[in-house]
């Protein structure tokens, strides 16, 4: 099992930067990646960012490329999502989500990709 506790959302003008984290624990699973999906009210789940555990691989949806970095501290098990220049229409919940498989042929942007998922993170972006 992987438990993972995403913090950092709330409520911010337009063009403004959030840092989300996310806490991943885990006992006896190896993670092999971690990803950032974000969700609006009425929408489907949506792809932001994904990162390999380990080298330096990241993947970004393009509507946010540019603006969004995702990183991690392996040391922390803990996944990190920088948001600059944030619009209004990223108001989302934004959930943080754990790859325990192996990674190969992984669709980054597909959700049942993924093997945990955290409880998500309130994202207010206003105009």
């Known amino acids: 099992q992987v438990q993972l506790v995403e913090s950092g959302g709330g409520l911010v003008q337009a063009g403004a930067s959030l840092r989300l984290s996310c806490a991943a624990s885990?006992?006896?699973?190896?993670?092999?990646?971690m990803a950032w999906f974000r969700q609006a009210p009425g929408k489907e789940r949506d792809f932001v960012a994904a990162?390999?555990?380990?080298?330096?691989?990241?993947y970004y949806a393009d509507s946010v490329k540019g603006r969004f970095t995702i990183s991690r501290d392996n040391a922390k098990n803990t996944v990190y999502l920088q948001m600059n220049t944030l619009k209004p229409e990223e108001t989302a919940v934004y959930y943080c989500?754990?790859?325990?498989?192996?990674?190969?042929?992984?669709?980054?942007?597909?959700?049942?990709?993924?093997?945990?998922w955290g409880q998500g993170t309130q994202v207010t972006v206003s105009s």
């Open positions: 885990t006992r006896t699973l190896s993670i092999n990646a």
């Open positions: 989500a754990a790859r325990t498989t192996r990674l190969f042929g992984i669709r980054w942007y597909d959700p049942s990709e993924y093997d945990y």
């Open positions: 990162i390999r555990w380990s080298g330096d691989s990241s």
